[in-house]
């Protein structure tokens, strides 16, 4: 048996293969390449090659239908065969296929590759596979498998000579709305596998949460005025789209609008609707009551080339229209008229070709592109762009499963980029031999000297490699490195020479790592990926949750596996099976046991279950990234009136909490305080404390508010918890006083109720010169001021001279009160040298903060504007780009708080 590939091997495009074996050849697929000059297979081999005695069809796509004239002007008596729905939209998709090759012949002047005539012959002599999906060609048996994909789609199983090959085509194991998924038969075990590989290298996202995604964006953009365009495969997708956007509606989960269809969709929806027991059950049961499941009446309209203009110029609506990579046609002419415009939008719900304006549009929904150009012309693109997966191709989890059942000698991988099939040859075990084939390759097989089967190396099992190996698809708890925090990493490869996993993380990046990295595996994984990105992230992010109810005492004594743990403790949530596995991390080494053939096993004393009840171990992400708790504090306390900012004190030490600041921190209960207490350990798993320091300044805007009117600044007692003012009783003072006690935690007198009236007292701001020497003249004062400044490194922007109760007194002015209250030593000292009383300002410098902010902050982090000075808060904040990581956040923030004395805070 000798497998030739003239096209579609290593590319997307062009299929066909030239399958012999001793006295018959089989032809199957002759498709077009969508782009480049030579868009045919390498039909210059068949000279070389014995005459096919068929032409078998896997399916209606043009990639591998495009080319078949051509074949069949080569050789006209040699009959074709597809089943009835190929047979039927091959009449269609030819002749659509032939107008968009006429008009590229005619823009660049070409060649056509075939005739008009050439093309009507072939379709007239076409033929259909057998009802019972077996076809004898000489001394070989084709056998017909479903294969997904589309309707009408097929595999081909074909034997002969003893020897057995099977073609997948196109192959979809996951049933769409329309049709099933590829029938899997038990029975068949070929020497041989042909299998496409378009997303060898990919995982599908959860199919519901894309078309929930797909039919919830198209009703917001018509809601907001826009149209939405979903250029689709006219074969396929455009029906699933139908549905997913009309069950919807059925449904009430989005408003209704029109559908628009255009393009070579109505037809095919026709076509559809003529083979309702291809079909899944629920659409051919619609088919059979109401006459259509596609184009509902009073739903979806046909439109015709002549009626687009209306269509634009009317109400917002979902235009479905193909092709689906916008390379011509009516998708094309809808792209030109709506992408300009910040309303519309266009939704890609499949495979883009690398030359396609679809895939230059998804360049451009990530930022590279911002330009479109459509058969010649650029058009600037304002509209959202956004892709969702609804692929009908196999992914590589589900087509290595499926080499598995098969059981092949040898595995050719086909219909797929170089790093699709590459990705897929690595995960499939090297006992079925995958083959990266090469367009323009013949492939031999030799059969066995008892006739039946191919012969094929033998294969000498390597226990250890298949363990590494059966890992892939399941989730790993590993360290990328041995100073690094353990990650969750989904298995997507294995390189078992070098024992490196390739494991994609929960942002999508792929990580390279030693098997001697991996702490846990947590078995295969069988949610969706943004499933497991989802519940990584949380459980990274912040554990507690998730362990603060987990019954520890349910495990035994003796050694467990991780999945045991799972099974005792009863636990079948994702993200808290993620929780548990980073736990059993945190216990000593001692009561881990691995053994010979790396299985871990987990022996849990008394006193190791109470520990992890209590949360008593160093479990990573038992309290959160301290931005994050941060703000999520802010959050608790935004409607708290007392509430001023929140930092990190003894930073990475057993003793590290967070400080929480108040204006007046006695009006917080000891009751309140406990409160808090628990609230917060509970939402973000840090200890906090009080800051006992009192915000002076917020006195007096707070007493002017109960009294009615500007006052001056009270004198403020702390040791006394007291406050006084020079202003006299009101008839209200006791209402007042008490409102005053009950907002600040400080009694309040009046100038006329005597004792600690003296408007100086003991204000913590106020230093009175207790030397005896005489007052300075002012300037010299003033000088000395700045002395002492520039002697301790301190900046004092101003010294200014006013009086108190008739006597001189120096206002010094730092950047901030917070900076000044850190000299109180030096303002002390500065009084009794001058000979009088001084205080330092109360209004920071905001501007000062503000420049020593933003020469702060790296460039890295995007800063976007200028930074926002809070008063009430002492804290300054910024908007950045690019979040900075943990330490970096620090570092700069201690830098500003030591300069200014304000806090750095994130927008």
């Known amino acids: 048996m000798k497998v030739t590939v003239l096209g579609g091997g290593n590319e997307i495009g062009a299929s066909c293969l030239h399958i012999q074996f001793d006295e018959t050849s089989i032809l199957i697929d002759a498709g ?32 591998h ?8 002007a080569l050789y006209p008596d040699v009959p074709v065969f597809s089943t009835p729905p190929t047979a039927d939209l091959m009449q269609i998709m030819m002749k659509d296929s032939y107008k968009i090759l006429t008009e590229q012949s005619r823009l660049t002047q070409s060649l056509m590759p075939y005739t008009e005539e050439q093309m009507n012959q072939f379709l007239e002599r076409a033929r259909t596979f057998p009802a019972k999906g077996v076809l004898q060609i000489g001394d070989v048996k084709i056998t017909a498998y479903r294969a997904g994909h589309i309707i009408g789609a097929v595999m081909f199983l074909i034997e002969g000579d003893g020897e057995s090959i099977l073609v997948t085509g196109d192959l979809s194991f996951r049933s769409g709305r329309t049709i099933p998924g590829a029938k899997v038969a038990e029975n068949i075990r070929p020497d041989v596998v042909i299998m496409e590989s378009t997303y060898g290298n990919r995982l599908h996202t959860d199919r519901n949460t894309e078309e929930k995604r797909l039919a919830e964006h198209v009703a917001a ?25 009309q069950d919807y509606m059925e449904k009430g989960l989005i408003p209704t609008f029109p559908i628009y269809v255009d393009g070579l969709v109505t037809p095919v929806c026709r076509i559809y609707k003529n083979y309702p027991h291809y079909l899944k059950g629920p659409v051919a049961h619609r088919i059979r009551t109401n006459g259509d499941a596609f184009l509902t009446e009073g739903r979806c309209i046909a439109v015709s080339p002549k009626e687009r203009e209306t269509v634009v110029k009317g109400k917002p609506a979902c235009i479905v229209a193909s092709s689906g990579m916008l390379t011509g046609g009516a998708s094309a002419w809808y792209a030109k008229h709506l992408v300009g415009n910040n309303k519309n939008a266009v939704y890609l719900t499949g495979y883009q070709d690398e030359e396609s304006p679809g895939k230059k549009l998804l360049a451009l929904a990530d930022g590279t592109e911002s330009t479109l150009d459509i058969d010649g012309t650029t058009y600037q693109v304002n509209c959202l762009v956004d892709k969702f997966g609804l692929s009908a191709h196999a992914d590589a989890s589900e087509m290595t499963r499926f080499i598995e059942t098969l059981d092949p000698t040898y595995t050719l991988l086909v219909h797929g980029d170089d790093d699709a099939r590459s990705s897929l040859a690595n995960k499939i075990h090297p006992r079925f031999q995958p083959v990266l084939v090469e367009n323009g390759e013949t492939y031999p097989f030799e059969k066995r000297k008892e006739g039946k089967g191919i012969v094929g190396k033998k294969y000498k099992r390597n226990r250890e490699q298949e363990r590494l190996r059966s890992y892939i698809g399941s989730v ?44 846990e595996t947590l078995g295969p994984w069988n949610a969706s990926i943004e499933t497991f990105a989802e519940a990584a992230t949380d459980v990274l992010t912040f554990s507690r949750p998730y362990l603060e ?26 993200a808290q099976q993620f929780a548990i596995a980073l736990a059993l991390q945190s216990i000593p080494d001692e009561h881990r046991h691995v053994d010979p053939e790396g299985r871990i096993g987990y022996k849990l004393d008394k006193n190791l279950r109470f520990q992890l009840s209590n949360l008593d171990l160093p479990i990573q992400a038992i309290k959160m990234n301290a931005n994050y708790a941060m703000d999520l504090i802010r959050t608790y306390f935004a409607e708290h009136p007392r509430f001023l900012r929140c930092g990190v004190q003894q930073n990475g030490t057993e003793q590290e909490h967070i400080l929480l600041s108040f204006d007046f921190p006695k009006s917080i209960t000891d009751r309140e305080r406990e409160q ?5 350990r509970k939402r973000t798993g840090w200890e906090v404390a009080f800051s006992d320091a009192v915000r002076h300044e917020a006195f007096q805007p707070l007493l002017a508010s109960l009294l009615g009117k500007n006052i001056d600044m009270p004198s403020v007692h702390i040791n006394e918890s007291l406050v006084v003012t020079k202003e006299t009783k009101p008839e209200n003072s006791q209402a007042i006083a008490d409102q005053f006690k009950k907002t600040t935690g400080f009694d309040l007198r009046f100038a006329d109720e005597g004792g600690l009236g003296d408007e100086k007292g003991d204000r913590s701001d106020l230093y009175e010169a207790t030397s005896g020497a005489e007052p300075m003249e002012n300037n010299q004062a003033i000088a000395v001021a700045k ?64 420049r020593i902010t933003r020469d702060a902050i790296p460039l890295a982090w995007g800063m976007k504007g200028n930074p ?23 570092e700069v923030g201690e830098a500003v708080l030591q300069q200014t004395g304000y806090t750095l805070m994130l927008k």
């Open 32 to 63: 077009m390449r969508m782009h480049g000059e030579n868009n045919l297979p390498m039909f210059g081999m068949l000279d070389e090659l014995a005459k096919p005695d068929a032409i078998v069809v896997t399916h209606a796509h043009a990639d």
């Open 65 to 72: 239908i495009g080319a078949l004239p051509v074949v069949h």
């Open 221 to 245: 953009t018509i809601e907001n005025g826009g149209f939405a365009l979903v250029p689709a495969f006219a074969l396929g997708r455009a029906q699933e789209v139908l549905l997913i956007l």
């Open 476 to 519: 790993l708890l590993y360290k990328k490195e041995s100073s690094q925090a353990l990650k969750f990493g989904l298995c997507q490869n294995v390189h078992p020479k070098i024992a490196t996993f390739f494991c994609e993380t929960p942002k999508g990046k792929l990580d390279k790592v030693e098997s001697v990295r991996v702490a």
């Open 549 to 574: 109810d987990v019954n520890w005492d349910l495990l035994p004594d003796y050694i467990v596996s991780l999945q045991e743990v799972f099974t005792l403790l009863q636990v079948e949530n994702e």
């Open 676 to 680: 808090i207490k628990r609230d917060i």
């Open 787 to 850: 002395q002492y400044g520039e002697d301790r490194h301190v900046k004092i922007y101003k010294a200014s001279m006013k009086q108190l109760n008739g006597q001189p007194l120096m206002e010094v002015h730092f950047i901030s009160p917070e900076i000044a209250m850190k000299y109180g030593d030096m303002l002390r000292d500065l009084s009794n040298e001058i000979g009088m009383a001084v205080q330092y300002a109360k209004q920071p410098k905001q501007n000062e903060i503000i």
């Open 868 to 890: 926002s000075v809070h008063m009430d808060k002492a804290a300054v904040s910024i908007k950045v780009a690019n979040e900075p990581t943990e330490t970096e956040f620090t």
